[in-house]
């Protein structure tokens, strides 16, 4: 049974894309990544999430319910496999309703694809293999209690998407709410003059 | 960072592969092989030296699984992903190569025995006409601990030459010589597992987000725990982004801003003058020597608001464990010792060294940067740590390689001297092994005239490099999981590299060519080794008593206990993970202060150069790029150079992102696109280094270097930026500020003369 889940921290992820690199070396996919690294926006920061399938709970994977063909399958664990090859029609049917943008479809071989969490790993006790590569643990693989013990952050499983809210298996990461350093409080501790604490309206960089 | 890839590009590549040098792919093959065995190594490609396991099925590397390991736990960056890719790639050399008819003919295919004896006849024809001495060695870090000591050994006693130096003068050579005289050690007084101790972590210089990934899980680990992030860097990196306070720093004026923090820290009272009494000295200069770096000042010097400073200064000053991560950020310079010293002074005078998760910690680069640099590949150093002007070190070695003392070469030219040797043909051939001087040293078009020079210049390296390229002999190696050996990472963590594969076609390992030479020069007797492991049971001997000493280490000690800190001086003895617990390594117990002033970079912006230009990594390359670039994931995200620019320095000159533009110092000009972005300083635009040929940012790097350590000034220089369509001017200068009377000495030296930099007092114990 598996009892661990993914917590994806985009304020940890450096973009160093060692996530696709190594769910490449996957065998069950070998040579393609089910994980993307995208910038937000470059022009305005080096900011970088991954993105991987969600494992939507409730409602229960769009993807699986949308499918005629029932070639989605859903384990007990509640995670939602990748198209059976001998059940796909390639209708893409799944492609359009997944709220995450996750499943990919390759034309070649008329199948669609995407993450199942390393099943064949997780199934065994071992982590998937993009949180074991990730060096940064932007992407985590654990309970939610064990996350809670270990890692600051909220850890959110409920995505708005207009008036239709998505459960998923898969944890976001926000920042916590009240972590930012103040810096005017520490200078006024350290009583820096009246004019140091007021705030100057510059550039970052003089 | 990579380049933007959005997903809706249509021809965004999923499926990646291998990568020729003429960018053909070629398909996976056999993508279901099952291993039928897991070797259990390490990563080649940076310093950390991560665990993991190689998947082998019939004696070809197939794939990679994960180890957990103490210091990685099991995390990959991508490059240790993809590694074991070069293992089976088809552009690595298989056969011996030579120039038979001279500079002009093409490199052709020959035996071993006729590039070696064609390599050893010219060496004794030039040896007995010119010296032993016109012979030299430039060898690298990048290789096993066994190849790094054979390097120097094969240096000394196989040529019989004195200049004998390697590729990390240009990396460490800075934080190793201040290391070595303020704690009388070189080398990490932490283990990475430490950092997730420390309560306030400052990073200085480098993008440890990029550089050294793995290290930001630790990072992470603290802040978990409430510690505090101060990241100095005239770019936002990765690291920057979410940190604390981030300091802007003008690029090369570091000093300003920690001689102002430890003035807060001396002016708030939070010095630990017990500390200070007992465990250091020098420290009345020091503190009387920051005393003018108010937070004004330094605002007006590094480029960053006082308020900012001080802010900085303030959660340093009261962390209970601040612990300084410092990189080549601040060693590439021509005051790269002082930078490190400074840092060091900060941390003396709050008493933490030698604290666990608090103090400073030297982030070393280069896949066996740490190992390479003490078993006696360095230009006055001898194995263990032993200096070359040490009468009883000399005779110590001369005693192991059964040499007369006599016979033992003195002290050679630096790396970055050597060109200059070769260039004036003092330096007749060399031999080149683990390093690609090309894209690495700055400068290049100097570096090219000076390879040109020598006839012959034979190169080992498992891929086609540009240095191969000019060289007249070229010999096969191998990649790091062809041979056995051992490595020393970053934390002075001695590990060991085991085979997974055969080398391909007629490659040899490193060692075993060295051998082979030195038996065709006569000197056989002295490199009778026929496995690594006797090579690395003489290294143990050569070493004992030195500081590295590695005497108690064995292969079998390794593998039992996850790797063993040095020093390691006996057979019982666990190894060293802390340094400096109760004593530095000084003979009287103490850590050396040292008063830093601020200095300018050896070259400022001017009105035809407005720009500083520095230099730096990229998360997907190693070094000079000739392995990375050769792996087509890695390749794929960052496939060409760039030139980052802040929107309010390119809107004036009328560049826009993605336009080709061109970047030009008083050596040289490239072309290269612009990634206009708010993430760098204004005044300063970054190109990462990886590439080589046109695309090689040491077309414009400054080769001046420190006085002492002889590092170049990579990180900081004077450059202009302008539009293809704007024709380029000629002439013009840049602020000097190294002249004809301040610039540094260079070889030779008298004796001595480099002993109080890099040598390391003897210790009382």
């Known amino acids: ?206 | 960072m990579s380049v933007n890839k959005d997903i809706f590009e249509p021809d965004r590549s999923f499926n990646y592969d291998l990568q020729t040098e003429n960018r053909t792919f070629i398909e996976w093959h056999e993508a279901d092989r099952v291993p039928d065995k897991l070797v259990d190594t390490h990563c080649a490609f940076c310093g950390v030296q991560c665990g993991m396991y190689l998947k082998v099925a019939d004696g070809h590397v197939i794939g990679v699984e994960p180890r957990d390991y103490p210091h990685n736990l099991g995390s990959l960056c991508p490059k240790g992903v993809v590694a074991y890719q070069q293992v089976e790639h088809p552009d690595r050399l298989r056969y011996p190569m030579m120039r038979r008819n001279g500079r002009s003919s093409p490199l052709e295919r020959v035996s071993w025995d006729e590039a070696l004896d064609h390599v050893t006849s010219r060496w004794r024809a030039i040896q007995a006409e010119h010296g032993n001495d016109a012979v030299a060695v430039y060898s690298g870090s990048s290789m096993t601990n066994e190849k790094c000591y054979l390097a120097g050994k094969f240096a000394r006693v196989g040529l019989r030459t004195r200049h004998v130096d390697y590729n990390g003068r240009l990396c460490m050579s800075s934080s190793a010589a201040a290391y070595a005289a303020a704690f009388g050690i070189d080398r990490a007084p932490l283990p990475m597992p430490d950092i997730e101790l420390s309560d306030c972590i400052v990073v200085d210089g480098t993008n440890v987000a990029e550089c050294f990934p793995i290290v930001m899980q630790w990072i992470w680990r603290a802040r978990d725990r409430g510690a505090r992030l101060i990241v100095i860097d005239p770019r936002e990196t990765p690291i920057a982004r979410t940190a604390d306070i981030w300091l802007a720093v003008r690029p090369g004026y570091d000093i300003a801003i920690v001689n102002a923090m430890l003035r807060h820290v001396i002016h708030t009272g939070r010095t630990d003058d017990a500390y200070i009494a007992e465990r250091t000295a020098g420290w009345d200069a020091v503190r009387e020597a920051v005393e003018p770096y108010t937070p004004e000042m330094a605002e007006r010097v590094a480029g960053i608001p006082a308020e900012r400073l001080l802010a900085a200064a303030e959660l340093y000053a009261r962390a209970k464990a601040p612990l300084i991560l410092h990189g080549k950020g601040i060693e590439h310079s021509t005051h790269g010792v002082d930078n490190c010293q400074a840092l060091i002074n900060l941390a003396l005078a709050r008493g933490m060294v030698g604290k666990p998760g608090a103090g400073t910690m030297m982030l070393t680069g280069q896949g066996n940067g740490q190992g390479g640099r003490e078993v006696g590949q360095k230009a006055a150093q001898l194995p263990g740590y032993r200096h070359i002007d040490v009468p009883e070190d000399r005779e110590y070695i001369a005693g192991v390689w059964g040499i007369p003392e006599a016979e033992l070469p003195g002290e050679g030219a630096a790396a970055t001297e050597m060109v200059h040797l070769m260039a004036s043909g003092e330096i007749k051939s060399c031999m080149i092994m683990c390093s690609n001087l090309m894209v690495s040293l700055p400068d290049n078009a100097v570096v090219q005239r000076a390879l040109e020079q020598l006839e012959p210049l034979v190169v080992i390296d498992f891929f086609m490099s540009q240095t191969a390229e000019l060289a007249d002999v070229v010999l096969p190696g191998t990649v790091w999981c062809e041979d056995e050996g051992t490595t020393t990472n970053l934390e002075g963590r001695v590990i060991r590299i085991k085979s997974a594969a055969a080398p391909p076609g007629e490659a040899r390992t490193d060692w075993e060519i060295m051998c082979a030479i030195a038996d065709r020069m006569g000197r056989g007797a002295f490199f009778p080794f026929r496995t690594a492991r006797e090579i690395f049971d003489e290294l143990r001997v050569a070493s004992k008593g030195g500081h590295a000493d590695y005497y108690g280490i064995t292969w079998e000690k390794i593998d039992a206990q996850q790797g063993v800190f040095w020093p390691c001086p006996t057979l019982d003895h666990p190894g060293t993970p802390r340094l400096f617990t109760e004593r530095f390594a000084h003979p009287d117990g103490r850590a050396r202060m040292r008063p830093i002033a601020h200095q300018p970079p050896a070259e400022e912006p001017s009105e035809d150069y407005p720009f500083r230009l520095t230099s730096g990594r990229v998360v997907y390359h190693y070094l000079s790029g000739n392995q990375t670039r050769r792996i087509g994931f890695l390749f794929e995200q960052a496939p060409e150079p760039w030139v980052e620019i802040h929107p309010r320095a390119a809107e004036p000159l009328g560049i826009h992102d993605q336009d080709r533009v061109r970047v030009r110092t008083p050596r040289g000009s490239m072309e290269l696109k612009a990634l206009v972005v708010p993430t760098v300083r204004p005044d300063t635009i970054f190109i990462p280094f990886h590439y080589s040929h046109e695309q090689s940012v040491n077309q414009l790097t400054n080769p001046a270097v420190e006085p002492g350590v002889k590092i170049p000034e990579y990180k900081v220089c004077a450059a202009a930026v302008e539009r293809l369509d704007v024709a380029p001017a000629t002439g013009g200068a840049a602020v000097e500020n190294l002249t004809a009377e301040n610039r540094p000495a260079m070889f030779p030296y008298t004796v001595g003369e480099t002993k109080a930099a890099a040598k390391p007092q003897r210790s009382a114990s």
């Open chain 1, 1 to 206: 049974m598996i009892t661990g889940t993914m917590f994806i921290d985009p304020s940890r992820c450096i973009g160093c894309r060692a996530c696709e690199a190594a769910c490449r070396e996957c065998d069950t996919h070998k040579g393609e990544s089910m994980i993307m690294v995208d910038f937000i926006d470059r022009r305005e920061s080096v900011a970088t999430q991954p993105t991987l399938c969600m494992h939507c709970e409730d409602p229960v994977a769009p993807c699986a319910q949308v499918c005629p063909a029932q070639a989605i399958l859903i384990t007990p664990e509640g995670i939602v496999q990748q198209a059976d090859p001998s059940r796909c029609i390639a209708c893409r049917n799944c492609v359009y309703a997944c709220p995450f943008g996750v499943p990919k479809f390759d034309v070649e071989e008329r199948l669609m694809k995407k993450c199942n969490l390393c099943y064949d790993r997780t199934v065994q006790g071992l982590q998937p293999w993009c949180s074991q590569a990730c060096p940064t643990d932007a992407l985590w693989f654990g309970t939610f209690e064990q996350f809670k013990d270990k890692r600051t952050g909220r850890p959110i499983d409920v995505t708005g998407f207009g008036t239709q809210d998505v459960q998923t298996r898969n944890y976001f990461v926000l920042p916590e709410r009240v972590d930012k350093l103040d810096v005017l409080a520490l200078l006024r501790e350290v009583g820096a003059p009246a004019e140091a604490t007021a705030v100057r309206e510059e550039a970052w960089v003089l």
